[in-house]
C-alpha cells in the first residue's frame, strides 16, 4: 500500500497572498506571506475551532511576526549562488504574489513564484505603529498616497514606462530645479540639455522598461521608436543619459557632487570636434606639460613663478617692445612681440 506523503510534486497547493515582511533575518530573500483562504484578514490571534453555525474555521489569524517565511523563486539570469548571481529580491510589503506550498496541505513551507501588479483603490489602514489589519503592508508605506511619482487608483506600473498625461512623474521638473549652465570667458554659455515640458517626453508603453527602487533611484531601457534612450538617475539629483533629450548619440553626465577619476595606467582621450573646457579655476599637474597645435591663443596675463621661459617664438597679440620684469625677478626683452632675451635678476 502507497503511504500518503506531503512533498512538493505529490500534492501541489497553488496560493495567492500580500507580503507583509521583507526583512528576511538570514538575508536570503525570503518573505513573509498572508495567504487568502489560509490566514485571517486581521492581526488579532484567536481560538481556531468551531464557528456560530458549527462550521470549522479554516481562516487562521495570526500575527505578521507568526507567519511562516517563504523562500522566493529566482529567474535563472539571476541564479544567485555563493555570492553570484542578481539580487535576491526586490518585494516590498504590501505586494500581493503567488506561490505554492512545498508541503502541499501542511502549509508551512511557502515558495512565492512570482508577483502580481494591480490598481489599489483603498489606502493602507495600517498606522505603521500597532497594525490592525492584514493584507497590508504593517508599516502603513505601502500603497503609497499623495506622492509626486505614484498614488491611488492608478497602475502599479512606473509612470515613467506608461507616461499617461494626467500621471506626470516628477523628476522632469527636479531636472529643471537643479538646471546647470556655465560661462565662457568669450561670453558663450553651456547649459545643461534637458526636457522643458512634460509633453516633450516621448516614451511609449510598453517600450520604456522601468526600474524604480524604494529609495528613489531609477534605471530606464526606453526602446520608444525615435526615443531611444538608457537613463540611470541617482535619488541625490546625479544621472547619466544617454540619448533622450541629450540628442540622439549623445550622453549627458551630471555629477551634484564631485567626480573622480583615477587610473594606475595611461588616459587617452581623443575628441573628432572641439574641446570645450571652464570652471572657477582649472589645475594642471604633472613632471612635464607639452601644449601642441598650430596656434596657442592665451588670452589672459602669463605669470611665471618659478623657473625660466624658453622660446624659439612667443608672440604678443599686440606685439609690443621693451624690457619687462618677470615675477621671479628676471629682464625680459621682447621686440616686437617676441622674447629675444632672458637676463639675470633685476
Request: net charge negative; charged share 20%.
Amino acid at each position: 500500500m502507497k503511504v500518503k506523503q506531503e512533498f512538493f510534486g505529490f500534492n501541489p497547493v497553488m496560493w495567492m497572498g500580500v507580503v507583509e515582511d521583507n526583512e528576511d533575518p538570514v538575508k536570503l530573500g525570503r518573505v513573509k506571506v498572508r495567504i487568502f483562504g489560509w490566514h485571517a484578514g486581521n492581526q488579532n490571534p484567536r481560538n481556531v475551532g468551531y464557528g456560530e453555525n458549527g462550521n470549522y474555521l479554516e481562516e487562521i489569524a495570526v500575527r505578521t511576526e507568526d507567519l511562516p517565511w517563504a523562500q522566493v523563486m529566482q529567474p535563472v539570469n539571476a541564479s544567485p549562488n555563493s555570492g553570484t548571481g542578481g539580487p535576491l529580491t526586490g518585494i516590498q510589503n504590501g505586494t500581493w504574489v503567488m506561490g505554492i506550498f512545498l508541503d502541499g496541505e501542511i502549509a508551512r513551507e511557502p515558495m512565492v513564484m512570482g508577483s502580481i501588479p494591480g490598481i489599489p483603490s483603498r489606502a493602507n489602514p495600517n498606522d505603521g505603529g500597532n497594525p490592525t489589519e492584514g493584507f497590508y503592508d504593517p508599516k502603513g508605506i505601502y500603497p503609497r498616497t499623495g506622492g509626486k511619482s505614484w498614488d491611488l487608483d492608478e497602475p502599479d506600473t512606473n509612470r515613467l514606462a506608461r507616461n499617461d498625461e494626467d500621471y506626470v512623474h516628477n523628476i522632469i521638473d527636479r531636472k529643471l530645479k537643479n538646471k546647470f549652465s556655465a560661462a565662457f570667458v568669450d561670453g558663450n554659455t553651456l547649459e545643461e540639455p534637458l526636457l522643458n515640458e512634460w509633453n516633450e517626453f516621448k516614451s511609449k508603453y510598453p517600450h520604456n522598461k522601468v526600474w524604480e527602487t524604494a529609495g528613489g533611484h531609477i534605471f530606464e531601457v526606453d526602446d520608444t521608436p525615435k526615443f531611444k534612450r538608457i537613463h540611470i538617475f541617482c535619488q541625490d539629483g546625479s544621472y547619466i543619459e544617454w540619448g533622450g533629450a541629450v540628442g540622439r548619440g549623445s550622453r549627458m553626465d551630471r555629477i551634484k557632487g564631485n567626480w573622480y577619476t583615477m587610473m594606475d595606467g595611461n588616459h587617452y582621450n581623443a575628441v573628432g570636434g572641439d574641446i570645450y573646457t571652464t570652471g572657477r579655476h582649472v589645475t594642471i599637474a604633472g613632471k612635464s606639460i607639452v601644449l601642441q597645435g598650430e596656434s596657442i591663443t592665451l588670452d589672459a596675463p602669463v605669470i611665471v613663478s618659478t623657473g625660466a621661459t624658453k622660446s624659439g617664438s612667443v608672440k604678443s597679440m599686440t606685439g609690443v617692445s621693451g624690457v619687462f620684469t618677470s615675477v621671479g625677478g628676471r629682464l625680459v626683452t621682447v621686440m616686437n612681440g617676441i622674447v629675444t632675451n632672458i637676463g639675470e635678476a633685476s
